[in-house]
């Protein structure tokens, strides 16, 4: 899937992400320059005892967000080297899937845009309870429902391992 900034304001919303997920996040394009600005602002409203990075990261202007990859990068070292046990990966598989199902309603496929974060993310088994193409590992009979139960129960899985 390709991948497109996610709003702010929503990655806000997520549990916390720390610095070295929010580099990983934006390696891929899931953040912009500018939202990682901004993330560094709203920490700084959380909390005014932050790094002299963070500082930094938050006073950037709109000319100066070429420097935003190393800021990011020495905020993100700082975690790797204080050994935080961390998986950005996952951490991000769970932002964008929350962020799908957020926006479902305006997605033409949103158990599509699934199947290729399914496959984006090697196939990790905790999502394959809400691929459609996955058979059911509960026991789950979908010849015994309709497609309309079938496709219930796949956007009932996704928002249990949201919920989780």
Known sequence: MKATPIPT????????PSWLELQWGFDRGWLSESAV???????????????????????LGSRELGEVRCVLDKLAETERRAAVDQDPERAWLRIILAWLYAQRGEIADPLGAVEEIYADFDYPSEI?????????????????????????????????????
Request: proline share 7%; glycine share 6%; charged share 25%.
């Open 128 to 164: 394959s309870d809400f691929v459609r193409y996955m058979p059911p590992g509960d026991g789950y009979d979908p010849q015994a429902h309709t497609h309309e139960e079938n496709i219930a129960r796949l956007y009932c899985k996704w928002r249990e391992f949201l919920d989780a």
């Open 9 to 16: 304001e929503f990655i806000l919303s997520q549990p916390g």
């Open 37 to 59: 600005v901004n993330l560094a602002v709203a920490r700084l409203s959380e909390s005014g005892n932050q790094a002299p990075e963070v500082i930094e990261l938050a006073s």
